[in-house]
Nanobody, 121 residues
Framework: QLQACGGGLVQTGGSLRLSCAAS????????MGWFRQAPGKEREFAAL????????YYADSAKGRFTISRDNAKNTVYLQMNSLKPEDTAVYYC????????????????WGQGTQVTVSS
């Protein structure tokens, strides 16, 4: 089970840190991803991190502004978002994937409930 939190309302240029806590004892066996879905749009990939945290990958829209990290001792993955823009407004979801990494949402095994991020102009 994944529980995401940390969303909120922030002004353009502001920052937010999302957290996603996982239950269970196998968190370190899963690659983790963050996705987002804006109203009327499809869910899109934002960032991913490998099981051990050594490898990360970002969508072009997130590069240079977002940082994904994880603490396997705390069963938690984070998404630090800086220099936020109105187009970052979306519901953000964390997801877990066994066996490798992927940018496609369909390849993830478990999903959190989502946390709303709203960036005002």
């Amino acid at each position: 089970q994944l529980q995401a939190c940390g969303g909120g309302l922030v002004q353009t240029g502001g920052s937010l840190r999302l957290s996603c806590a996982a239950s269970g004892r196998t968190f370190s066996s899963y690659a983790m991803g963050w996705f987002r879905q804006a109203p009327g749009k499809e869910r899109e990939f934002a960032a991913l991190i490998s099981m051990g945290g050594a490898n990360t990958y970002y969508a072009d829209s997130a590069k240079g502004r977002f940082t994904i990290s994880r603490d396997n001792a705390k069963n938690t993955v984070y998404l630090q978002m800086n220099s936020l823009k109105p187009e970052d407004t979306a519901v953000y979801y964390c997801a877990a994937k066994r066996f490798g990494v992927a940018v496609s949402a369909t390849e993830y095994d478990y999903w959190g409930q989502g946390t709303q991020v709203t960036v005002s102009s």
